[in-house]
């Protein structure tokens, strides 16, 4: 079985789906049927970008990193579809895709903004955060992405470095809610 029947299996499994032959949620597999008219949507395409990029890649907690990406998106889609589309994209900077292949693939300048400040290398640079403050769409996708990860299940354990990392969110959270 490829990388990519994993982690579309496991998507199934995690989202309490009949084995249909699709990675995407009915809510929205009935909007982008609608959207599109038979055509490929951006979401079902980022979805499936997500979901090829990080095949391989595994949570703290051993869980397919991909999973991450889902429970953002489906909090972002609440706002928006191009929140949803940032989020399931928002970790694209830790695998092969890059920028400019999405922008190639036609992705909307929201959607690529966003990302561009989300998947920069000093992301948590006070600069930085004051861009992704400033886009409304990055902010929410990097409250949630902290929220995430903040989960009890990657907090396991209670190193230094954990204690580091739940300040830094906290100190980002904070600074992203702030006027």
Do not use: C
């Amino acid at each position: 079985m490829s990388d990519f029947n994993i982690a579309k299996n496991t998507l199934k499994i995690a989202l309490n789906k009949t084995a249909q032959d699709t990675i995407i949620p009915p809510a929205f597999r009935e909007i982008i049927q609608e959207q599109t008219k038979g055509g490929k949507a951006d979401l079902e395409r980022a979805i499936e970008i997500a979901v090829k990029a990080h095949a391989k890649q595994k949570r703290r907690d051993g869980s397919p990193h991909v999973l991450h990406s889902m429970r953002i998106m489906l909090k972002a889609w609440e706002t928006s579809e191009n929140a949803a589309i940032v989020a399931i994209l928002h970790d694209i900077d830790d695998t092969s895709v890059n920028i400019s292949e999405l922008k190639r693939d036609g992705f909307n300048d929201e959607v690529i903004q966003a990302l561009e400040l989300l998947t920069k290398k000093d992301v948590y640079s006070y600069q930085n955060l004051s861009a992704i403050k400033a886009n409304e769409i990055a902010k929410q996708v990097k409250m949630l992405e902290i929220a995430d990860n903040l989960s009890l299940t990657e907090l396991a354990t209670e190193d230094q470095k954990d204690i580091d990392r739940i300040n830094k969110y906290k100190r980002t959270y904070q600074f992203l809610r702030s006027k």
